[in-house]
């Protein structure tokens, strides 16, 4: 009886090795997988000051492209590292653009107050990129045509400041409950890690695919995106 407890505590340790095993692979997987260069060419990434301090040429040599920055969120936060990184991934030699996390919390003409007192005026930047998605911080869910209004008040400001149309970084659950890609004319970048997202009303232009991928030298994962087609 003892012998038979002792080898199926041996079997479960043996599992338990295979299985820690095997989850290390996966992770390793998932913090190196990109779609295929054939098919979407021009890849980046997308950082914010969680990320630390970063390794631009690295991140260059490893196959970016363009960097979008965090500027950062809602009315009031600003990511503490976005100069440093906008000049730094400049000076790389990547195409570097301004992102900013909009709030449902916070009115429209502070965040973009919020955007143009943070984000220099370039002509050689990317278009600014909106993220539009739900935070636990922000429980507030205004009906669809006070979202619609304030989203494109927002937009106003920040494209008369920057020069050019914005990118909206439109989440899953955000898009299903405000269906701001049917009502708003610009370009979509969807998310939805390692399995082309269909959930926009068109057809997008960026895809962030990959949550979790991994950098030496940079803390933390960054968030990696391809352009659907020609830049």
């Not at 009886?1 to 095993?21: D, E, G, S």
């Not at 370009?187 to 997202?197: A, D, L």
Request: hydrophobic share 40%.
């Amino acid at each position: 009886m003892l012998q038979r407890y002792r080898k199926k505590l041996v079997w479960l340790a043996v599992l338990a090795i295979i299985a820690c095993i095997a989850g290390i692979v996966a992770w390793n997987y998932i913090g190196k997988w990109t779609p295929q260069r054939d098919q979407y060419p021009t890849q980046g990434v997308s950082v914010s000051e969680g990320n630390g301090s970063i390794n631009w040429p690295n991140v260059k040599a490893l196959g970016a492209g363009f960097a979008y920055i965090r500027v950062g969120h809602g009315a009031d936060i600003r990511d503490r590292n976005f100069a440093a990184n906008f000049m730094g991934a400049r000076k790389a030699g990547l195409r570097v653009g301004a992102l900013h996390q909009y709030s449902l919390c916070d009115i429209a003409q502070e965040q973009a107050t919020n955007f143009v007192t943070t984000v220099p005026r370039s002509s050689a930047a990317l278009p600014p990129a909106v993220a539009l998605d739900f935070h636990e911080a922000c429980k507030t869910r205004p009906v669809r045509s006070l979202v619609l209004s304030e989203l494109g008040t927002f937009l106003n400001q920040i494209e008369s400041h920057s020069g050019k149309p914005a990118i909206l970084r439109i989440s899953q659950d955000f898009e299903e409950k405000y269906k701001v890609s049917e009502a708003i004319g610009r370009t979509i970048w969807v998310t939805g890690n390692f399995f082309e997202p269909d959930y926009a009303a068109k057809p997008w232009v960026m895809w962030q695919a990959n949550d979790y991928y991994r950098i030496r030298g940079i803390d933390g994962p960054v968030k990696w995106s391809v352009v659907q087609g020609s830049e």
